[in-house]
Protein backbone atom coordinates (compact mmCIF):
# COMPACT_ATOMS: atom_id res chain seq x y z
CA UNK A 1 0.00 0.00 0.00
CA UNK A 2 1.74 3.39 -1.47
CA UNK A 3 0.96 6.58 -0.46
CA UNK A 4 1.65 9.38 -1.50
CA UNK A 5 2.14 12.77 0.62
CA UNK A 6 1.54 16.05 -0.51
CA UNK A 7 1.18 18.58 2.53
CA UNK A 8 1.22 21.75 0.81
CA UNK A 9 0.69 25.02 2.20
CA UNK A 10 -0.19 26.53 4.98
CA UNK A 11 -1.08 24.32 7.95
CA UNK A 12 -0.65 21.59 5.37
CA UNK A 13 2.20 20.02 6.82
CA UNK A 14 1.23 20.66 10.63
CA UNK A 15 -1.70 18.32 9.66
CA UNK A 16 -0.14 16.30 7.64
CA UNK A 17 2.19 15.12 9.67
CA UNK A 18 -0.20 14.33 12.40
CA UNK A 19 -1.97 12.12 10.29
CA UNK A 20 1.13 10.12 8.73
CA UNK A 21 1.73 9.56 13.18
CA UNK A 22 -1.53 8.06 13.14
CA UNK A 23 -1.21 5.64 10.12
CA UNK A 24 2.40 4.73 11.64
CA UNK A 25 0.72 4.10 14.94
CA UNK A 26 -1.70 1.72 13.23
CA UNK A 27 1.27 -0.40 13.07
CA UNK A 28 0.11 -2.01 9.47
CA UNK A 29 2.24 -4.75 7.70
CA UNK A 30 3.30 -2.55 3.82
CA UNK A 31 2.22 0.41 4.26
CA UNK A 32 4.50 3.06 2.53
CA UNK A 33 4.80 6.71 2.16
CA UNK A 34 6.10 8.74 -0.37
CA UNK A 35 6.39 12.56 -0.31
CA UNK A 36 6.00 15.46 -3.00
CA UNK A 37 6.04 19.24 -3.18
CA UNK A 38 2.56 20.70 -4.28
CA UNK A 39 1.58 24.35 -4.48
CA UNK A 40 3.23 27.28 -3.19
CA UNK A 41 6.17 25.35 -1.74
CA UNK A 42 6.73 22.96 -5.07
CA UNK A 43 6.66 26.68 -6.96
CA UNK A 44 9.23 27.94 -4.79
CA UNK A 45 11.16 25.09 -5.09
CA UNK A 46 10.83 24.12 -8.32
CA UNK A 47 8.91 26.98 -10.03
CA UNK A 48 6.07 24.90 -10.56
CA UNK A 49 3.00 24.00 -8.17
CA UNK A 50 2.24 20.57 -9.81
CA UNK A 51 5.91 19.41 -10.79
CA UNK A 52 6.50 16.37 -12.97
CA UNK A 53 8.35 14.69 -10.02
CA UNK A 54 4.91 14.95 -8.12
CA UNK A 55 3.05 13.92 -10.94
CA UNK A 56 4.97 11.02 -11.02
CA UNK A 57 4.71 9.91 -7.08
CA UNK A 58 1.00 10.67 -7.46
CA UNK A 59 1.11 8.16 -10.74
CA UNK A 60 2.97 5.17 -8.61
CA UNK A 61 0.81 5.37 -5.32
CA UNK A 62 -2.69 2.86 -4.51
CA UNK A 63 -3.45 6.92 -2.26
CA UNK A 64 -2.97 10.17 -2.44
CA UNK A 65 -3.12 12.09 1.39
CA UNK A 66 -3.12 16.09 0.17
CA UNK A 67 -2.98 18.68 3.24
CA UNK A 68 -4.32 22.17 1.48
CA UNK A 69 -2.51 24.90 -1.21
CA UNK A 70 -2.26 28.53 -1.07
CA UNK A 71 -0.12 30.87 -0.51
CA UNK A 72 0.08 34.58 -0.41
CA UNK A 73 3.01 35.22 -1.62
CA UNK A 74 1.62 33.29 -4.51
CA UNK A 75 -1.07 35.55 -5.23
CA UNK A 76 0.03 37.29 -7.86
CA UNK A 77 1.51 34.81 -10.02
CA UNK A 78 0.06 33.76 -13.38
CA UNK A 79 -2.95 31.34 -13.12
CA UNK A 80 -1.82 28.92 -14.05
CA UNK A 81 1.49 28.99 -11.48
CA UNK A 82 -0.87 29.75 -8.65
CA UNK A 83 -0.63 26.97 -5.34
CA UNK A 84 -4.59 26.39 -6.25
CA UNK A 85 -3.68 24.87 -9.60
CA UNK A 86 -1.94 21.73 -7.99
CA UNK A 87 -5.07 20.15 -6.87
CA UNK A 88 -7.30 21.04 -9.71
CA UNK A 89 -4.32 19.43 -11.86
CA UNK A 90 -4.40 16.32 -10.14
CA UNK A 91 -8.11 15.88 -10.01
CA UNK A 92 -7.63 15.83 -13.88
CA UNK A 93 -4.31 14.18 -14.80
CA UNK A 94 -5.95 11.07 -12.71
CA UNK A 95 -9.53 11.52 -13.89
CA UNK A 96 -10.80 12.01 -10.19
CA UNK A 97 -14.43 12.16 -10.91
CA UNK A 98 -16.23 11.17 -7.90
CA UNK A 99 -16.08 13.38 -4.90
CA UNK A 100 -17.58 11.73 -1.42
CA UNK A 101 -18.18 14.07 1.27
CA UNK A 102 -19.51 12.17 4.65
CA UNK A 103 -21.20 14.68 6.93
CA UNK A 104 -21.29 13.71 10.30
CA UNK A 105 -21.89 15.51 13.79
CA UNK A 106 -19.59 13.70 16.45
CA UNK A 107 -22.15 14.21 19.01
CA UNK A 108 -19.63 15.93 21.41
CA UNK A 109 -19.74 18.54 19.04
CA UNK A 110 -23.91 19.29 18.20
CA UNK A 111 -22.94 22.80 19.77
CA UNK A 112 -20.73 23.73 17.06
CA UNK A 113 -23.42 23.16 14.12
CA UNK A 114 -25.07 26.12 12.47
CA UNK A 115 -28.03 24.12 13.25
CA UNK A 116 -30.08 23.26 16.23
CA UNK A 117 -28.32 20.18 18.22
CA UNK A 118 -31.50 17.83 18.25
CA UNK A 119 -31.63 18.88 14.62
CA UNK A 120 -27.68 18.80 14.30
CA UNK A 121 -27.14 15.17 16.41
CA UNK A 122 -29.18 13.50 13.53
CA UNK A 123 -26.61 14.30 10.50
CA UNK A 124 -24.82 11.66 9.40
CA UNK A 125 -24.28 11.55 5.39
CA UNK A 126 -22.03 11.37 2.22
CA UNK A 127 -22.66 13.46 -0.70
CA UNK A 128 -21.41 11.64 -3.79
CA UNK A 129 -21.21 14.64 -6.54
CA UNK A 130 -19.51 14.33 -10.19
CA UNK A 131 -16.64 16.29 -10.71
CA UNK A 132 -15.47 16.27 -14.09
CA UNK A 133 -18.87 17.43 -16.16
CA UNK A 134 -21.82 19.40 -15.85
CA UNK A 135 -21.90 23.24 -16.50
CA UNK A 136 -18.54 23.56 -15.20
CA UNK A 137 -16.97 22.06 -18.35
CA UNK A 138 -19.69 22.94 -20.90
CA UNK A 139 -19.35 25.24 -24.04
CA UNK A 140 -19.24 28.42 -22.08
CA UNK A 141 -18.75 32.51 -23.23
CA UNK A 142 -19.45 35.78 -23.66
CA UNK A 143 -21.69 36.77 -26.42
CA UNK A 144 -24.23 39.85 -27.61
CA UNK A 145 -27.99 39.28 -27.79
CA UNK A 146 -29.43 40.49 -31.35
CA UNK A 147 -30.37 44.10 -29.41
CA UNK A 148 -27.00 44.43 -28.53
CA UNK A 149 -26.91 43.18 -24.88
CA UNK A 150 -23.71 41.60 -23.51
CA UNK A 151 -25.09 37.59 -22.44
CA UNK A 152 -22.85 35.38 -20.93
CA UNK A 153 -24.12 31.19 -21.53
CA UNK A 154 -22.49 27.95 -20.19
CA UNK A 155 -24.06 25.06 -21.35
CA UNK A 156 -24.84 22.07 -18.87
CA UNK A 157 -24.37 18.68 -20.13
CA UNK A 158 -24.03 14.85 -19.13
CA UNK A 159 -23.78 11.84 -21.67
CA UNK A 160 -25.24 8.77 -20.11
CA UNK A 161 -21.83 7.01 -19.19
CA UNK A 162 -20.82 9.67 -16.89
CA UNK A 163 -23.79 9.41 -15.38
CA UNK A 164 -24.00 5.91 -15.03
CA UNK A 165 -20.19 5.54 -13.48
CA UNK A 166 -21.05 8.47 -10.64
CA UNK A 167 -24.38 6.71 -10.40
CA UNK A 168 -22.54 3.53 -9.57
CA UNK A 169 -20.55 4.80 -6.94
CA UNK A 170 -23.46 6.53 -5.42
CA UNK A 171 -25.19 2.61 -4.77
CA UNK A 172 -21.97 1.22 -3.91
CA UNK A 173 -21.61 3.62 -1.32
CA UNK A 174 -25.26 3.20 0.18
CA UNK A 175 -24.09 -0.59 0.09
CA UNK A 176 -21.57 -0.24 2.21
CA UNK A 177 -23.39 2.22 4.96
CA UNK A 178 -27.58 2.09 5.43
CA UNK A 179 -29.11 1.19 1.72
CA UNK A 180 -30.43 4.05 0.92
CA UNK A 181 -29.48 6.24 -1.73
CA UNK A 182 -31.37 9.64 -2.93
CA UNK A 183 -30.65 11.24 -6.50
CA UNK A 184 -30.70 14.99 -6.65
CA UNK A 185 -31.69 16.67 -9.62
CA UNK A 186 -33.96 19.07 -11.24
CA UNK A 187 -36.08 17.14 -13.66
CA UNK A 188 -39.20 18.77 -13.43
CA UNK A 189 -37.45 21.64 -16.09
CA UNK A 190 -34.07 20.56 -17.49
CA UNK A 191 -33.22 17.98 -19.44
CA UNK A 192 -29.90 17.23 -18.40
CA UNK A 193 -31.84 16.31 -15.56
CA UNK A 194 -34.53 14.26 -16.81
CA UNK A 195 -31.26 11.89 -18.77
CA UNK A 196 -30.06 12.18 -15.23
CA UNK A 197 -32.86 10.47 -13.54
CA UNK A 198 -33.59 7.99 -16.14
CA UNK A 199 -30.01 6.49 -16.19
CA UNK A 200 -29.99 6.22 -12.20
CA UNK A 201 -33.43 4.35 -12.43
CA UNK A 202 -31.47 1.95 -15.05
CA UNK A 203 -28.43 1.97 -13.08
CA UNK A 204 -30.77 0.65 -9.91
CA UNK A 205 -31.29 -2.76 -11.58
CA UNK A 206 -28.30 -3.67 -10.83
CA UNK A 207 -28.43 -2.95 -7.21
CA UNK A 208 -32.03 -4.32 -5.76
CA UNK A 209 -30.90 -4.35 -2.24
CA UNK A 210 -30.65 -0.59 -2.29
CA UNK A 211 -33.38 2.00 -1.52
CA UNK A 212 -33.68 4.57 -4.38
CA UNK A 213 -35.44 7.70 -3.84
CA UNK A 214 -35.36 11.70 -6.01
CA UNK A 215 -35.57 14.50 -4.97
CA UNK A 216 -35.84 17.85 -6.75
CA UNK A 217 -32.45 20.04 -5.78
CA UNK A 218 -34.69 22.95 -4.30
CA UNK A 219 -36.48 20.71 -2.01
CA UNK A 220 -32.77 18.90 -1.15
CA UNK A 221 -31.43 22.21 0.25
CA UNK A 222 -34.54 22.31 1.84
CA UNK A 223 -34.51 18.93 3.79
CA UNK A 224 -31.35 19.21 4.44
CA UNK A 225 -31.88 21.79 6.88
CA UNK A 226 -35.02 20.83 8.11
CA UNK A 227 -34.57 16.90 8.65
CA UNK A 228 -31.19 15.90 7.89
CA UNK A 229 -31.63 12.74 9.36
CA UNK A 230 -33.43 11.46 6.26
CA UNK A 231 -30.27 10.90 4.18
CA UNK A 232 -27.76 8.21 3.73
CA UNK A 233 -26.29 8.41 0.32
CA UNK A 234 -27.48 12.06 -1.97
CA UNK A 235 -25.82 11.83 -5.55
CA UNK A 236 -25.91 14.36 -7.63
CA UNK A 237 -23.98 16.66 -10.44
CA UNK A 238 -21.27 19.20 -10.03
CA UNK A 239 -23.30 21.89 -9.99
CA UNK A 240 -26.04 20.71 -7.35
CA UNK A 241 -23.01 18.91 -5.31
CA UNK A 242 -20.86 21.78 -4.84
CA UNK A 243 -23.51 23.89 -3.59
CA UNK A 244 -24.96 21.32 -1.59
CA UNK A 245 -22.02 19.39 0.19
CA UNK A 246 -20.89 22.75 1.37
CA UNK A 247 -24.18 23.31 3.10
CA UNK A 248 -24.16 20.06 4.46
CA UNK A 249 -20.66 20.37 5.64
CA UNK A 250 -21.14 23.30 7.71
CA UNK A 251 -24.31 21.62 9.28
CA UNK A 252 -22.00 19.41 10.32
CA UNK A 253 -20.05 21.41 12.37
CA UNK A 254 -16.12 23.37 12.45
CA UNK A 255 -14.34 22.98 8.96
CA UNK A 256 -11.68 21.17 10.89
CA UNK A 257 -13.65 18.18 11.27
CA UNK A 258 -14.27 17.49 7.20
CA UNK A 259 -12.62 15.11 4.86
CA UNK A 260 -13.15 14.37 1.85
CA UNK A 261 -12.10 11.72 -0.74
CA UNK A 262 -12.07 12.11 -5.07
CA UNK A 263 -11.66 8.97 -6.85
CA UNK A 264 -11.45 7.29 -10.36
CA UNK A 265 -12.68 4.51 -11.77
CA UNK A 266 -10.23 2.22 -9.91
CA UNK A 267 -11.22 3.49 -6.34
CA UNK A 268 -7.93 4.80 -6.38
CA UNK A 269 -8.35 8.33 -4.89
CA UNK A 270 -7.10 11.68 -3.22
CA UNK A 271 -8.03 12.41 0.27
CA UNK A 272 -8.03 15.61 1.81
CA UNK A 273 -9.60 17.97 4.08
CA UNK A 274 -12.04 19.89 2.82
CA UNK A 275 -10.33 23.10 4.44
CA UNK A 276 -7.56 25.42 2.54
CA UNK A 277 -4.35 26.21 3.85
CA UNK A 278 -5.28 29.14 6.89
CA UNK A 279 -2.13 31.44 5.92
CA UNK A 280 -3.61 33.31 8.85
CA UNK A 281 -3.04 30.30 11.50
CA UNK A 282 -0.37 28.87 10.01
CA UNK A 283 2.93 27.85 11.96
CA UNK A 284 1.60 28.47 14.94
CA UNK A 285 0.45 24.97 15.88
CA UNK A 286 -3.44 26.04 16.21
CA UNK A 287 -5.10 24.30 13.19
CA UNK A 288 -7.20 21.03 14.26
CA UNK A 289 -5.79 18.00 12.54
CA UNK A 290 -8.81 15.96 12.79
CA UNK A 291 -9.93 16.58 8.91
CA UNK A 292 -6.80 15.03 7.85
CA UNK A 293 -6.69 11.93 10.00
CA UNK A 294 -10.43 11.52 9.16
CA UNK A 295 -9.46 11.73 5.44
CA UNK A 296 -6.76 9.30 6.40
CA UNK A 297 -9.74 6.76 7.55
CA UNK A 298 -11.41 7.12 4.50
CA UNK A 299 -8.23 6.40 2.13
CA UNK A 300 -7.68 3.39 4.52
CA UNK A 301 -11.50 2.36 3.90
CA UNK A 302 -11.96 3.72 -0.39
CA UNK A 303 -8.62 3.03 -1.75
CA UNK A 304 -6.48 0.56 0.32
CA UNK A 305 -9.28 -2.14 1.43
CA UNK A 306 -8.63 -1.86 5.21
CA UNK A 307 -11.87 -1.17 6.87
CA UNK A 308 -11.54 -2.14 10.24
CA UNK A 309 -8.25 -0.07 10.44
CA UNK A 310 -10.88 2.51 9.54
CA UNK A 311 -12.90 2.23 12.03
CA UNK A 312 -10.52 2.31 14.21
CA UNK A 313 -9.27 5.90 13.28
CA UNK A 314 -13.00 7.24 13.73
CA UNK A 315 -13.43 5.05 16.79
CA UNK A 316 -10.34 6.75 18.32
CA UNK A 317 -11.23 10.32 17.02
CA UNK A 318 -14.64 9.72 19.13
CA UNK A 319 -13.29 8.72 21.89
CA UNK A 320 -10.48 11.48 21.78
CA UNK A 321 -13.30 14.26 21.62
CA UNK A 322 -15.44 12.37 24.46
CA UNK A 323 -12.82 12.68 26.77
CA UNK A 324 -12.89 16.18 26.08
CA UNK A 325 -10.00 16.64 23.14
CA UNK A 326 -10.54 20.60 21.57
CA UNK A 327 -8.62 22.69 19.63
CA UNK A 328 -9.08 26.61 19.08
CA UNK A 329 -11.77 26.02 16.74
CA UNK A 330 -13.75 23.74 18.97
CA UNK A 331 -13.53 26.14 21.54
CA UNK A 332 -10.34 24.35 23.15
CA UNK A 333 -6.91 25.06 23.87
CA UNK A 334 -4.56 21.56 22.58
CA UNK A 335 -2.35 22.17 19.88
CA UNK A 336 -1.94 20.46 16.83
CA UNK A 337 0.77 18.01 18.42
CA UNK A 338 -1.95 17.82 20.98
CA UNK A 339 -4.68 16.75 19.10
CA UNK A 340 -2.64 13.95 17.04
CA UNK A 341 -1.55 12.76 20.78
CA UNK A 342 -5.16 12.63 22.09
CA UNK A 343 -6.18 10.25 18.85
CA UNK A 344 -3.33 8.41 19.06
CA UNK A 345 -3.36 7.82 22.44
CA UNK A 346 -6.96 5.77 21.97
CA UNK A 347 -5.23 4.10 19.24
P1 LIG B 1 -9.34 28.17 4.69
O1 LIG B 1 -10.15 26.92 4.73
O2 LIG B 1 -7.89 28.01 4.52
O3 LIG B 1 -9.60 29.00 6.02
C1 LIG B 1 -10.88 29.53 6.38
C2 LIG B 1 -10.93 29.79 7.89
O4 LIG B 1 -11.01 28.53 8.57
C3 LIG B 1 -9.65 30.47 8.43
O5 LIG B 1 -10.03 31.36 9.45
C4 LIG B 1 -8.84 29.34 8.99
O6 LIG B 1 -7.99 29.72 10.06
C5 LIG B 1 -9.92 28.36 9.46
N1 LIG B 1 -9.45 26.97 9.35
C6 LIG B 1 -9.27 26.26 8.20
N2 LIG B 1 -8.82 25.03 8.48
C7 LIG B 1 -8.70 24.96 9.82
C8 LIG B 1 -8.27 23.93 10.70
N3 LIG B 1 -7.85 22.73 10.27
N4 LIG B 1 -8.26 24.19 12.02
C9 LIG B 1 -8.67 25.37 12.47
N5 LIG B 1 -9.10 26.39 11.70
C10 LIG B 1 -9.12 26.18 10.37
O7 LIG B 1 -9.96 29.06 3.52
P2 LIG B 1 -9.45 30.47 2.94
O8 LIG B 1 -8.92 31.33 4.03
O9 LIG B 1 -10.57 30.95 2.10
O10 LIG B 1 -8.26 30.09 1.95
C11 LIG B 1 -6.86 30.12 2.32
C12 LIG B 1 -6.05 29.53 1.16
O11 LIG B 1 -6.40 28.14 0.99
C13 LIG B 1 -6.35 30.19 -0.19
O12 LIG B 1 -5.14 30.32 -0.87
C14 LIG B 1 -7.28 29.20 -0.88
O13 LIG B 1 -7.21 29.28 -2.28
C15 LIG B 1 -6.75 27.90 -0.37
N6 LIG B 1 -7.71 26.77 -0.42
C16 LIG B 1 -7.18 25.56 -0.75
C17 LIG B 1 -7.99 24.43 -0.74
C18 LIG B 1 -7.35 23.11 -1.07
O14 LIG B 1 -6.15 22.98 -0.96
N7 LIG B 1 -8.11 22.09 -1.47
C19 LIG B 1 -9.33 24.52 -0.38
C20 LIG B 1 -9.85 25.76 -0.01
C21 LIG B 1 -9.00 26.89 -0.02
Same mark, same amino acid.
Given at each position: ?40 ? @? ?65 ? $??? @? ?9 ? &???? &? ?5 ? %? ?7 ? #? ?36 ? $? ?14 ? #???? &? ?6 ? %? ?13 ? $? ?6 ? %? ?5 ? !? ?68 ? @? ?15 ? #??? %????? !??? #? ?10
Amino acid at each position: MRVALFPGDGIGPEVIAEARLVLEALDLPSLEFEEGLVGGA @AYKAMGHPLPQATLDIAERADAILFGAVGDPDCDRLERHLRPEQAILGLRRHLSFFANLRPAKLFPE $LAD @ASALRPEVARQ &IDMV &IVRELNG %DVYFGEKGM #RKTASGLREGYDVMAYNEDEVRRIARIGFETARARAGK $LCSVDKANVLETSQLW #RDVV &IETAADYP %DIELSHMYVDNAAMQ $LVRNPGQF %DVIVTGN !LFGDILSDQASMCAGSIGMLPSASLDVNQKGLYEPIHGSAPDIAGQGKANPLATILSAAMMLRYSLNQPE @AADRIEGAVAKALASGA #RSP %DLGGT !LST #RAMGEAVRAVL
